[in-house]
Structures are given as structure tokens and as C-alpha cells.
């Protein structure tokens, strides 16, 4: 798997967008980008993924560079129930061996 | 639809013993993977079952072991348990992807708290 940098902590302010930056500068062309998210004793949960393009869905949007080296995961409104670890992962899906890293701890205050 | 499920969600066991957790997936989905959750180690992969047959694994001893059935439900085995042992075991599960690879939009159970005393 491509390896991955994130920042450990962050704090935004209730209903402000949080901005959570990912390094992955040894990604490889045809791997993707994922993100996933887990409250405290929960199980992950997926977010979004990407390739190249910049994607929305629901949950966040997802921006990547032209050179693919780095992304942003976009919570546009945090509340407070998006406190959480936020892990960006490059999985390698022919090595089928992705580990989650450290992720980065976003803190959602009021 | 419902979600990935996973029992029992707590479960002590004793030094040399070992523990079968299940798992059962998103239906529709043939996808099963395993991962142990430890604060020092973090998220690892264990293995990823497709159709019965283990197709991807991690860096784990021969004591873990898993198997899916054909109703794509999966356990998997924890023989001589050790100290070392006690973690959150999470189940994830997803659609196939082709070519054999991981299909990683993977939806995860609540996880089993294993405690090896």
C-alpha cells in the first residue's frame, strides 16, 4: 500500500467545514483514494473514494491534486457528531494488505 | 437493509484457550474481510474471504485462522490464545469487485471485544 500521512489532531468549530488533509505522494496510477471515519467504539465507517476526480456524495467531498501526491476530505457543516478518527487509506488492491495508519482526530467543538 | 453483524460482542477467555467469532454480512455482499484493532498496533487486516475461498491475508501467525460459508457468512478462529490476544475484532463487508482484488467501499460490523486474561 501507497503510504500515507495525516495530521494526528484537528479542531473545528461546530457548523464550520473541516478540512482533513492526506500525503500520499508514492500513490501509484490506478489506485484509489479512500477515506473511512470511526466513532469512539464503533466499527469504521466508509466515507468516500476517489480516483483522480474530485467526488461529493452525502457525507463529504473529496479533493485530490492534479499529481494525485496528496487529498482533502471536506465535512462541509461539522456537527458534533462528527467527532471522530478520520483514516485516509491508499490500498494497494492487488496486495489485498491495507493497514489504516494513525488516522487524524477531528474534534467538532461548539 | 441491515447492517454487518458480529457475535458475541464481548467475550473473556483464558490464556491457551481459543474463540470462534462470526460474522454475517450485508446481504448481497461475498466480500468478508477481518481486522484486529489493538492502541499500539492499530487497524491490521487479518484475511478477506470471497466465495468461500481465502483470496488475501496479513501479516498474522498460523494461530488465526478463518472460513466463509456459502451463505457468505464468516467466522474466524483464534487458537492458543495469548495476552497479546485481546483486541477488537472488526468484520467489513462488500460487493465483489473483479479481477479478484478487495472491492475496499467495505462496511464494518460494531466488532467483537476479545479480553485474554
Known amino acids: 500500500d501507497a503510504k500515507t500521512t495525516q495530521p494526528p489532531s484537528m479542531d473545528c468549530a461546530e457548523g464550520r467545514a473541516a478540512n482533513l488533509p492526506c500525503n500520499h505522494s508514492?500513490?501509484?496510477?490506478?489506485?484509489?483514494v479512500y477515506w473511512y471515519r470511526q466513532i469512539h467504539s464503533q466499527g469504521p465507517q466508509y466515507i468516500i473514494h476517489?480516483?483522480?476526480n474530485n467526488e461529493t456524495n452525502e457525507m463529504a467531498s473529496l479533493i485530490i491534486t492534479e499529481d494525485r501526491k496528496s487529498s482533502t476530505l471536506i465535512l462541509p457543516h461539522a456537527t458534533l457528531r462528527d467527532t471522530a478518527v478520520y483514516y485516509c487509506?491508499?490500498?494497494?488492491?492487488?496486495?489485498?494488505?491495507?493497514?489504516f495508519g494513525d488516522g487524524t482526530t477531528l474534534t467538532v467543538k461548539p | 437493509k441491515a447492517g454487518v453483524t458480529q457475535t458475541p460482542r464481548y467475550l473473556i477467555k483464558t490464556r491457551g484457550q481459543q474463540v470462534t467469532l462470526s460474522c454475517s454480512p450485508i446481504?448481497?455482499?461475498?466480500?468478508v474481510s477481518w481486522y484486529q484493532q489493538t492502541p499500539g498496533q492499530g487497524l491490521q487486516f487479518l484475511f478477506e474471504?470471497?466465495?468461500?475461498?481465502?483470496?488475501n491475508k496479513g501479516n498474522f501467525p498460523g494461530r488465526f485462522s478463518g472460513r466463509q460459508f456459502s451463505n457468505s457468512r464468516s467466522e474466524m478462529n483464534v487458537s492458543t490464545l495469548e495476552l497479546g490476544d485481546s483486541a477488537l475484532y472488526l468484520c467489513?463487508?462488500?460487493?465483489?469487485?473483479?479481477?479478484?482484488?478487495?472491492?475496499?467501499?467495505?462496511?464494518f460490523g460494531p466488532g467483537t471485544r476479545l479480553t485474554v486474561t
Open positions: 467489513a463487508s462488500s460487493l465483489a469487485s473483479s479481477g479478484g482484488a478487495i472491492n475496499y467501499e467495505q462496511y
Open positions: 508514492t500513490i501509484s496510477g490506478n489506485e484509489y
Open positions: 476517489g480516483l483522480k
Open positions: 487509506i491508499v490500498p494497494n488492491t492487488n496486495a489485498g494488505k491495507s493497514t
Open positions: 446481504s448481497g455482499h461475498r466480500s
Open positions: 474471504y470471497f466465495s468461500e475461498t481465502q483470496r
